[in-house]
């Protein structure tokens, strides 16, 4: 492996793919594609903020909220 092969900044690559890969196998999706999808599809809307991010997709993914009564499992 020569050092060009493992630079800082390939480096920091690999990890933040690790975390998106990890994230993604427990079910919450990358907030930093989300943005990218907004802007280029959307660019004069406000995009959600990260957490709103996150609330709306574990409400659509457990079915809470407080149009459903809130959290519920199964």
Not at 30 to 58: C, G, Q, S, V
Request: with cysteine.
């Amino acid at each position: 492996m020569t050092c060009q092969e493992c630079s800082p900044s390939r480096l920091r690559l690999f990890s933040k793919r690790l975390r998106q890969t990890a994230a993604l196998m427990v079910g919450q999706p990358d907030y930093d594609n989300y943005l990218a999808h907004w802007a280029k599809f959307h660019p004069d809307e406000i995009p959600m903020t990260r957490t709103e991010f996150f609330r709306n997709r574990e409400d659509r993914r457990f079915g809470g909220g407080v149009e459903t009564g809130g959290f519920r499992c199964c």
